[in-house]
């Protein structure tokens, strides 16, 4: 496996594969890795040739500097997992490399009224500094697919919005989100839970998957009452948002004739912030 601080290195060892037909997959990373992203590394290979990994905290879409600050970089442990996974080549830049202007450079598009919504709400600007990196890493790498988890349902809407403003010829493709063995979805921030937090932590799936499988039993109005119930009783549990929403806007679910309907949460799970959302059809 190759690993690549620069941008100009990683053009360098991918411009020979590119003229040989190889198709390249770009599997964009915070490190800190988990079989989540090792399943998104799995379903690159089935799409693709050559695969780059890349692992970059970005500044720009952290909108708490505490959560920045211990945001866990475990670097050796990731490029370990890498390799075993069979990527191809890893692409880990500083700051600098990625913001030879400062992190404050000028950046700005229309992502769509979805981008205020949820996620959005609650960090406000984080789409835009998503944006930002995914576009600057799309650049460099000029992957023919990219792989992202459904676990970050909205992002993956504001790359779709990203990718049409700038008409970019990228095959995006959503990965399933994987779960520990008793439903609480994989994340990077798990690590911050204490084994009672890890307990609570289970009430982000349990009153998800009560919404899918009681969702043409109640209108939607009582089923997110219903699941904002499982909260209630919770210490240290501090829900942010449970919504049904439209599954392409993310506007409030109206109808459940809606051709696409996805249920999502928020909340802070001791000091940590999670989130999680499972598709209702
Ligand atoms: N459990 C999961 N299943 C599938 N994909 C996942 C999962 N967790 C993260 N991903 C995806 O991996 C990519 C990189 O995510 P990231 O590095 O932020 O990890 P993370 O676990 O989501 O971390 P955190 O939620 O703590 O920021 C994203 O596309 C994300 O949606
Ligand atoms: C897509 C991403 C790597 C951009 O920093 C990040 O938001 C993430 O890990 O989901
Ligand atoms: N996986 C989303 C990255 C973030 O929380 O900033």
Same mark, same amino acid.
């Given at each position: 496996?190759?690993?690549?601080?620069?941008?100009?290195?990683?053009?360098?060892?991918?411009?020979?594969?590119?003229?040989?037909?190889?198709?390249?997959?770009?599997?964009?990373?915070?490190?800190?890795?988990? /079989?989540?992203?090792?399943?998104?590394?799995?379903?690159?290979?089935?799409?693709?040739?050559?695969?780059?990994?890349?692992?970059?905290? /970005?500044?720009?879409?952290?909108?708490?500097?505490? $959560?920045?600050?211990?945001?866990?970089?475990?670097?050796?442990?990731?490029?370990?997992?890498? =390799?075993?996974?069979?990527? @191809?080549?890893?692409?880990?830049? /500083?700051?600098?490399?990625?913001?030879?202007?400062?992190?404050?450079? =000028?950046?700005?598009?229309?992502?769509? =009224?979805?981008?205020?919504?949820?996620?959005?709400? *609650?960090?406000?600007? %984080?789409?835009?500094?998503?944006?930002?990196?995914?576009?600057?890493? !799309?650049?460099?790498?000029?992957?023919?697919?990219?792989? !992202?988890?459904?676990?970050?349902?909205?992002?993956?809407?504001?790359?779709? =919005?990203? +990718?049409? %403003? *700038?008409? +970019?010829?990228?095959?995006?493709?959503?990965?399933?989100?994987?779960?520990?063995?008793?439903?609480?979805?994989? &994340? &990077?921030?798990?690590?911050?839970? &204490?084994? #009672? $937090?890890?307990?609570?932590?289970?009430?982000? @799936?349990? &009153?998800?998957?009560?919404?899918?499988?009681?969702?043409? @039993?109640?209108?939607? $109005?009582? +089923?997110?009452?219903?699941?904002?119930?499982?909260?209630?009783?919770?210490?240290?549990?501090?829900?942010?948002?449970?919504?049904?929403?439209?599954?392409? #806007?993310?506007?409030?679910?109206?109808?459940?004739?809606?051709? @696409?309907?996805?249920?999502?949460?928020?909340?802070?799970?001791?000091?940590?912030?999670?989130?999680? /959302?499972?598709?209702?059809?």
């Amino acid at each position: 496996m190759e690993v690549f601080k620069t941008k100009a290195a990683l053009k360098a060892y991918l411009e020979p594969l590119k003229a040989a037909g190889k198709k390249i997959a770009l599997v964009p990373t915070m490190g800190a890795l988990h /079989n989540g992203h090792i399943s998104l590394i799995k379903l690159a290979q089935e799409n693709a040739d050559v695969i780059v990994c890349s692992i970059f905290v /970005n500044p720009t879409q952290f909108t708490d500097p505490k $959560d920045l600050e211990k945001y866990p970089r475990p670097i050796e442990h990731d490029l370990a997992m890498l =390799n075993t996974a069979g990527c @191809s080549a890893v692409f880990m830049p /500083n700051v600098e490399e990625m913001y030879p202007e400062g992190a404050g450079e =000028n950046w700005h598009i229309n992502l769509g =009224n979805a981008e205020f919504l949820l996620e959005g709400a *609650f960090r406000k600007g %984080h789409y835009q500094g998503v944006t930002q990196i995914v576009k600057k890493l !799309f650049d460099a790498v000029e992957p023919d697919v990219a792989m !992202f988890g459904q676990k970050d349902y909205q992002q993956v809407l504001m790359i779709k =919005n990203m +990718l049409e %403003h *700038f008409k +970019l010829p990228i095959n995006i493709i959503t990965c399933p989100i994987i779960r520990e063995d008793d439903g609480l979805a994989m &994340s &990077s921030r798990n690590i911050h839970l &204490s084994k #009672t $937090d890890r307990k609570n932590a289970l009430v982000l @799936s349990k &009153s998800l998957q009560y919404v899918v499988d009681n969702f043409q @039993s109640y209108s939607f $109005d009582e +089923l997110v009452k219903q699941a904002k119930a499982f909260y209630n009783d919770l210490e240290g549990v501090e829900l942010d948002y449970f919504t049904i929403a439209k599954g392409d #806007t993310l506007q409030p679910a109206e109808t459940k004739e809606e051709k @696409s309907l996805v249920a999502l949460v928020a909340a802070k799970v001791g000091a940590t912030r999670l989130i999680d /959302n499972m598709i209702i059809k």
